[in-house]
């Protein structure tokens, strides 16, 4: 499970004055920034949301290939982009829309192409069992898919800013360790950024800002502690030599969430299915 590395006070002042005041975050692609527009909108209708599709028919095509993937388990092939939005509704188009982005080119780094790869097999992972954690507590899956998804987007930003002013980390710029703790300190606030920037709902934003902390999350604590229990899922899952008895069942999200222990025992038991799931998503 991952450990919590101290960032030295010289470091962590001014880093955190540049992330938060001064980093300029990536633009969303034109066509996801047009889809999110759409969702959020109560008159759009799915023929809007098709329509969007068709301008860009990279998005489409990939947006085609997750929706026929085991993640959604279609009992047919989904074999036109009218049929991918009827069938999957709008908000799961919003979350592919948004999966593809974070696979393209805003956040690609080829200094670190190890870690940005190790950044997105969490987060996929963590949107898949965000999703079976919130259908079990009585909260919409669909939705806690897109925190889980976006809940370390912060990460590979810090890790650019790092790379693009290493002054800001002084002679550690280099440092494995340095970068950890600095991703470590800022993801979650950085992220909350990025989320408020491409026009998501502000919930995402405190979620995504504060999973590693849900009591901060205020109102939205409860969608903050589900994505907090599906990182913790994600971590225990892809760490080799972690067996049941080392997930952390004393973590307080967890507890305050009210899982039952069945209901964990069923979804530690998927843990390979879940890793097969979330690579549907590329």
Not at 141 to 161: S, T
Not at 163 to 170: C, Q
Request: aromatic share 4%.
């Amino acid at each position: 499970m991952p450990h919590s590395v101290e960032l030295p006070l010289d470091i962590h002042e001014p880093l955190e004055k540049f992330l938060l005041e001064h980093l300029d975050l990536p633009v969303l692609p034109e066509a996801a920034s047009r889809i999110i527009q759409l969702c959020e909108d109560p008159d759009s209708d799915p023929r809007d949301i098709q329509t969007a599709l068709e301008r860009d028919p990279s998005l489409a095509a990939q947006i085609m290939r997750i929706a026929n993937s085991a993640l959604f388990a279609p009992v047919e092939p989904i074999s036109s982009l009218q049929n991918a939005v009827s069938r999957l509704g709008m908000t799961t188009i919003r979350n592919l829309s948004l999966a593809a982005a974070l696979q393209g080119p805003l956040f690609t780094n080829r200094q670190h192409e190890q870690t940005m790869r190790a950044v997105w097999k969490h987060s996929a992972l963590t949107a898949v069992f965000a999703r079976d954690v919130a259908r079990r507590v009585r909260v919409s899956g669909e939705v806690a898919f897109l925190w889980g998804l976006m809940h370390d987007v912060g990460r590979p930003l810090v890790l650019q800013a790092a790379v693009e002013r290493p002054d800001l980390l002084g002679c550690g710029s280099e440092s494995p360790q340095l970068l950890e703790a600095a991703m470590d300190a800022f993801h979650g606030r950085v992220g909350a950024r990025l989320v408020r920037a491409w026009g998501l709902p502000y919930p995402i934003a405190q979620i995504v800002g504060w999973h590693h902390d849900p009591e901060e999350a205020g109102e939205h604590a409860r969608g903050a502690r589900i994505t907090r229990v599906a990182d913790l899922l994600a971590h225990w899952a892809l760490e080799d030599g972690l067996g049941v008895e080392d997930f952390p069942r004393d973590d307080p999200a967890l507890v305050d969430l009210g899982l039952p222990d069945s209901e964990l025992d069923e979804i530690l038991a998927l843990r390979q299915q879940a890793i097969l799931l979330a690579l549907g998503l590329g």
